[in-house]
Nanobody, 123 residues
Framework: QVQLVDSGGGLVQAGDSLRLSCAYP????????MGWFRQAPGKEREFVAA????????IYTDSVKGRFTISRANAKNMAYLQMNSLKPEDTAVYYC????????????????WGQGTQVTVSS
């Protein structure tokens, strides 16, 4: 079931920026870690970034460090993925996810998922 709502994808050129958003139910979800994953055609789902309940702790996969920033605004029941300096290899469907524990880089650890939003980066 789709329990989170992710959005903000689009078609951009290399070097451009996009900001993905993830809306989540309030109350309990404010105490959960949020993560972003992506899946390109023919590839397995890949960890991108995650953030703990308060926003104080973040983790990133090496390929996006320095370019992507994960954040959250619990008062608005929102999580974000700011993507700068986009590259063609960033092209994928991006999914937000949540887990009721500290953030990890493993998709199997996440129990709530969004429907996915397409990000396409042209060269």
């Amino acid at each position: 079931q789709v329990q989170l709502v992710d959005s903000g994808g689009g078609l951009v050129q290399a070097g451009d920026s996009l900001r993905l958003s993830c809306a989540y139910p309030g109350r309990t979800f404010k105490n959960q870690s949020m993560g972003w994953f992506r899946q390109a055609p023919g590839k397995e789902r890949e960890f991108v970034a995650a953030i703990n309940w308060s926003g104080a702790d973040t983790i990133y996969t090496d390929s996006v460090k320095g370019r992507f920033t994960i954040s959250r605004a619990n008062a608005k029941n929102m999580a974000y993925l700011q993507m700068n300096s986009l590259k063609p290899e960033d092209t994928a469907v991006y999914y937000c996810a949540a887990r009721p524990a500290p953030p990890t880089g493993f998709s199997a650890d996440y129990v709530y998922w969004g429907q996915g939003t397409q990000v396409t980066v042209s060269s």
